[in-house]
């Protein structure tokens, strides 16, 4: 049945192949409501699984030796990709290693990428403080401010300084609350390219293309590579 199968490639998704989140989570859409195409779909996803499963989650042992905070975020957006609405990709690395991803449709329509990408950051944002606490839970004392990469100049420069932009003034209690967040050094924003922005395989499949999880930090990497297909879900 659609939806035992669905509850598997969600279970999946969620522990360890954070790779299939973004198709996995437009079919998860249509489990009451689901048609031919949605299971054809669904079939898809799980005949592709079938020739990736080499691809896995590897974890290396770093030490923080510049007594930064050891939470690194991305937050990327594709805008007005799915009748209308935005999707939100978010990654999370605890010492260059994934920890938490996100891949969700945004719940409000949004009228310009930069609102979208705000939407996003927004999410980043609130990851950041909940893997800040998590990390402080666990013993980590010597955090910096934690660092978040965006691939949007427009919306780093409105985060840095009090958004008064006309075309932010309908947003902007979610650019306030990062504002909060860079003044009380908990939380910087720096530039990406969508080249090198990984979360960006959370907003869109990818077809043919390669995509490798680095880590924020030139010198590292997460050992992460996948493939993403086109996935029939209209």
Not at 21 to 49: D, F, G, L
Not at 124 to 130: F, H, N, T, Y
Not at 165 to 193: C, I, P, Q, R, W
Not at 211 to 232: G, H, Q, V
């Amino acid at each position: 049945p659609y939806e035992r199968v669905q509850g598997c490639l969600t279970w999946l998704v969620t522990a360890t192949c954070p790779h299939y989140a973004e198709p996995v989570s437009k079919t998860s859409r249509h489990s009451s409501n689901w048609r031919k195409i949605h299971k054809m779909a669904q079939q898809r996803i799980c005949r592709y699984m079938a020739t990736d499963l080499d691809t896995k989650l590897v974890y290396r042992k770093q030490v923080n030796k510049n007594k930064q905070s050891p939470v690194v975020m991305m937050a990327d957006a594709s805008f007005a990709v799915e009748g209308g609405m935005s999707h939100t990709g978010v990654l999370a690395f605890l010492y260059g290693n994934l920890v938490m991803w996100i891949s969700t449709r945004q719940r409000h329509v949004t009228t310009t990428i930069q609102h979208a990408e705000t939407n996003a950051a927004h999410e980043g944002a609130c990851e950041a403080v909940w893997q800040r606490r998590l990390a402080a839970d666990l013993g980590v004392t010597d955090q910096g401010p934690t660092k978040m990469w965006l691939d949007n100049k427009g919306l780093i420069a409105s985060t840095n300084a009090t958004p008064r932009h006309a075309t932010n003034k309908h947003f902007s209690v979610k650019l306030l609350y990062k504002n909060e967040l860079v003044k009380d050094k908990k939380l910087m924003v720096g530039f990406l390219e969508s080249t090198r922005m990984t979360a960006d395989a959370m907003t869109k499949s990818l077809p043919d293309q390669d995509a490798s999880y680095l880590s924020p930090s030139p010198k590292t990497l997460t050992y992460l590579r996948f493939k993403m297909t086109k996935m029939l879900t209209t």
